[in-house]
């Protein structure tokens, strides 16, 4: 190093470059090997190498390379092939979660066709009766279980009438009527969701992967559930671990999908990505305003610190930024008077409103949710909702008053959780947790008058 | 021993490979990856500019250093061996013109998003000043000047003369003195 510049050069290099999501460990290492083996390639080959592994049937052969063993036998590698997702098991400590920054994917087309190994929607395989709606001992607003299914906490979403859910395994369409699953469509392998699906026209919308290079939107008919189509998009940067909410249909009836460092707006007719908007961090969340005008996107800048970034969506371009140390700003809803998200990590959760999206404004408007659960505000039928442990509320979007909430009271000393609350008609909906009988489900409750203007 | 399972979306879990009596984790390779893996995937990083890629680079030559580990421990040499694997490995992708998924995700300009902003702006400057230089050229600015090699080392680990070396680096620094914003980063605007 002789000159000055040199010297700057290298002291910008040090101090600029980041520390990497996560470390490549030892097992990352045979993982690559023992794939090339698979593939009968030496190591170091020729081919450009994938990350993790991509061994399928048909691929079985021992081939000619070097493979390893490895002195801590501890590594199960699981590839989810025709997905395309790998999931490390053993000596990672469990599978990958869905939200996290999971290295492993593959890379993938910018687009493809629906996928021949998606799974058809079926009718609902159960051998339980016909569910009669069980009274919820206490709980707010008439509350009622309607559904007794496992449904994964605040993917409840409504759209034409019908609700949709993912449960176990899949995606169920409900007869909000009488909770009953009208159609079902089996998740077989890739690991869902991050969030509720998106229901657009007569297309539903969920995200199948959120790893890797890439995200994987799939589309299904929103009567029959039958598989439609699969849109990957490629991921600029990489995916936060933070990411809650990270796709929303708009009113100009595209999907704005969080795919990294940016977001990408697809077109359900075209089933392909037709704007790319490049933010400078990995967002978290994105929403946009209900007369498009706007687009919020929350970002992770480290810490409990996030950003909240005002995008015009005429030109693509940020109109203002702000940004709060108090964690979290995921599951961002936006409505005409700001953007709503969610505040706090782990045990404590809260929902803030934020008028005009300017977070050095934002207040916090309810009570949340403890014990690991997530606060969720949601936009339907009119008004905010904001489900939780603590309460259940109302609020008037414009303004972010709240209209009417009530305490959600412990059962038996067990915490009782609403989640995301949709509305169909004159009943809330919200996906249900808790009691003293360890119940679940779908509750559906009638709010007060006030909730509806 | 070492299973690699298959768990197909059309069928349920089938182990299609199990692998015995290959050669056994050579000593001090865990070590070695636990201890320097963050130092290669930050200089992946700036060879690629994505996570992802960076962490491919990295796999890549630990993988081909793996099978050579005594011998490479034996010449003292495991880190440059891996660090020449991975500019390589870079080289060979951009020459063979891979179009593949890239970070795109790039400030279109720098600052005006506040402090908690003001790091990743610095590091999204950093990789469009990169994102100019040939790929050459990067490699030596990243093996020079981040990973701290000298001309000689540089020299071996791209397979090119010291004066190749000398020549890129000029080059190099030239265009990055000429990429917006550089300057005053390297003047020390920003501290992490």
Known sequence: MNTQEERQLSDLLHRVTPEPPRAVTIEDVAIRLASEAARGRRPGGRTRPRIGPRIGPGRTGRGRAWVPVLAAAAVVAVAAASAGVATLLGSRGGPASPAGAVRGGTATPASAPASASSPAAQPRRTARPTWAPQSISGAPWGAELINPDEVAQDSLTGGDGSLYAVVSGGLDRIDPATGNVLRSAPYQSAPPLVGPPAVVGTTVWAVWSYTGHSVMLHGYDATTLASLASVTVPVAGWLPATAQGVLTAGPDGNLYLAAGGSVAVVSPSLRRVIRRITVPAPVVSVAVAPDGSRMYVSTSAGGQVFGMLVYDLATGKPVSSSSASYGGGGNLVATAGGVWGTAGTGMSEWTWFAPGGNLNRSVRVQGGAGGGLASVPTVSGGAVWIGGSHTLACADPATGAILASAAIPAAGGALQYFGRVVVVGRHAYADYQGDQAGRFGVARMTPPAACFG | ?192
């Open chain 2, 1 to 192: 021993m070492y299973h690699v399972r298959v768990l197909s979306i059309d069928q349920p879990p089938v182990e299609v490979l199990r692998v015995e009596g290959g050669r056994g984790e050579p000593d001090g390779f865990r070590d070695f990856v636990a201890a320097r893996s963050g130092a290669l995937l930050r200089a992946g990083w700036l060879l690629t500019g994505d996570w992802p890629a960076a962490e491919d680079l990295v796999q890549t030559a630990l993988a081909a250093a793996w099978p050579r580990w005594e011998s490479l421990v034996r010449q003292d040499a495991p880190e440059l061996y891996v660090r020449k694997i991975m500019v390589n490995t870079f080289l060979r992708w951009r020459q063979r013109r891979w179009n593949g998924e890239v970070a795109t995700g790039r400030l279109p300009e720098a600052g005006g998003y506040g402090d908690v902003f003001a790091q990743v702006d610095a590091r999204q400057a950093l990789l469009a000043a990169l994102d100019r230089l040939p790929p050459r050229q990067r490699a030596v600015v990243v093996l020079r000047y981040f990973a701290d090699q000298t001309e000689s080392q540089t020299a071996a680990a791209m397979g090119c003369s010291v004066g190749a070396v000398k020549s890129h680096a000029a080059r190099a620094l030239a265009r990055l003195r000429a990429a917006p914003g550089l300057a005053e980063l390297m003047s020390g605007g920003v501290t992490s």
